[in-house]
């Protein structure tokens, strides 16, 4: 049972250049997520999903967009990269039958993103 | 606002002996309250959560923490530390009957366990 897997692990870009990070779960949860962590700032809330075809923002969603075609995959966008975006960033999925209930989360192992 | 503080960046415990790592918070009405751990490289892995009921609660690894409502605190505890305890744990809250994307993280704090 994988869990939750991320796309690509490390990658780096140059400032303006635009790429992609793809999250897949194989729990066949209903929500998803996707968080940054920055150093001395815990984790923060880009976008998330409630369902297949559903997305909302965040606590800081500027400079990202998400899409959530199939119920196991989503996608968290950079069009533009900016150096503030320079980040790890986690994706997480729960159970509305009993993690979105009370607030358990799966992550995935994280994608370090560098922007120059 | 609400918010989650964790207050020490790191504690530093020797093995054997006990450690805590405190957590308080700050949310309108009940919280569903939960702590997370994070080994280097990897993504946060759930340890333990109170929802109700009794106020000590435990989770995997030996670990526990203790509900109190007066102080607004919810400290994870371990009788004795061992080395491969050494991570970084996060505290997280939820505000009771909001949707699971109001969870609110703390900034973590370090754990180091010498031998």
């Known amino acids: 049972n994988a869990g939750v897997t991320q796309t690509p692990k490390f990658r780096v870009l140059k400032t303006g250049q635009s790429m992609t990070l793809l999250c897949a779960q194989d729990?066949?949860?209903?929500?998803m997520y996707w968080y940054r962590q920055d150093p001395g700032m815990g984790l923060r809330l880009i976008h998330y999903?409630?369902?297949?075809?559903?997305?909302a923002k965040g606590e800081v969603p500027d400079g990202y967009n998400v899409s959530r075609l199939k119920k196991q995959n989503f996608l968290l966008g950079l069009e533009s990269a900016a150096p503030s975006q320079t980040s790890v960033y986690f994706c997480?999925?729960?159970?509305?039958?009993?993690?979105?209930?009370?607030?358990?989360?799966?992550f995935g192992e994280g994608s370090r993103l560098t922007v120059l | 606002a609400q918010s989650v503080a964790q207050p020490e960046d790191q504690v530093n415990v020797a093995e054997g002996n006990p450690l805590t790592v405190k957590c308080t918070y700050s949310?309108?009405?009940?919280?569903?309250l939960f702590w997370y751990v994070q080994y280097p490289n990897r993504g946060l892995q759930f340890l333990l959560k109170?929802?109700?009921?009794?106020?000590l609660v435990k989770g995997s690894y030996g670990f526990e923490a203790e509900f109190n409502k007066s102080q607004t605190s919810f400290h994870l505890k371990k009788p004795s530390a061992l080395v491969s305890d050494s991570a970084l744990y996060f505290c997280?809250?939820?505000?009771?009957?909001?949707?699971?994307?109001?969870?609110?993280f703390g900034s973590g704090t370090r754990l180091s366990i010498r031998p």
């Open positions: 997480a999925s729960s159970d509305p039958g009993q993690g979105a209930r009370t607030g358990e989360l799966f």
């Open positions: 729990m066949n949860h209903e929500y």
């Open positions: 999903s409630v369902g297949e075809g559903t997305t």
């Open positions: 949310v309108s009405g009940n919280p569903y």
């Open positions: 109170y929802i109700t009921g009794d106020n």
């Open positions: 997280a809250v939820r505000p009771a009957y909001s949707s699971a994307s109001k969870i609110i």
